[in-house]
């Protein structure tokens, strides 16, 4: 569930827009890879980025869990991948590619809707004067996601409780009795909270009020400079 929203700022809580810019930062520069070899060692910090993020949100285990994944496909890049060649070389390619450029996004993601409540994200959408057509869908998916997680969650431990799982011939049947119930329950909490969020009024042209407290801090100054940093060196290395 994601957290309340509460009227005093935390010390390291950064605001709604800053987030969306850290997750532009990481779709454009190590996602994309944009500036090549050139930002080699800014793409490192940005992968750094969103663990210590999680570290300030006191997120401890995602965050052990990413370092793990990352740690693992660190080693198969240095160390396993030298060693190998053929079809098994190539399966580590894209495996470490695309953890390599996904997973920092992903993380940031983690992140973003993990420490942003709804009325955060509303708010700041109002701030940046996004019109209602893009917002709404957006606060919805905030919600659909950690639901969705937690209807998984129920479903992974009913099927347990029957003895479905990998192994003793029934694969078959964990995946028709997992995959079908997470269908039909992801379009039931798609139609669930649009009608919430219709019943909150976040459909009405008049402008809502919020208890939420948002604003840049000194936090979020230090990490808009990091970015713009970034954005002015990747420019410069197209003057040169």
Known sequence: MLPEASIKKKPFALDPRTKLLLVFMEAVFVLATA?????????????????????????????????AVLGVCTVLEYLVFPQVSGVLAAF????????????????MGVYVIKTT?????????????????????????????PTVHEEAVSINAAMRMRGIQFGGGKALSMLEYRLVPMISCSAKIGEELSAA???????????????????????????????????VYWAWGFVQ
């Open 117 to 145: 409540t709804v009325s955060e994200f509303k708010a700041a959408m109002e701030r940046m004067h996004v019109p209602d057509e893009l917002t709404i869908p957006l606060c919805v998916m905030f919600r659909f996601f």
């Open 92 to 107: 580590l390619l894209i495996i470490i590619t695309i953890v390599t450029r996904f997973f920092p996004a992903y993380m």
């Open 35 to 67: 500036g090549g070899e050139h930002l080699f060692f800014m793409r490192i910090a940005l992968t750094a980025l969103p663990f210590l993020l999680l570290l300030t949100a006191r997120r401890y285990k995602t965050c052990a869990i990413g370092l």
């Open 197 to 231: 969020a219709l019943t909150r009024g976040l459909g009405k042209s008049r402008k809502r009020t919020n208890i939420c407290r948002i604003g840049f801090g000194v936090f979020d100054w230090c990490v808009i400079a990091f970015a713009l940093a970034i954005i």
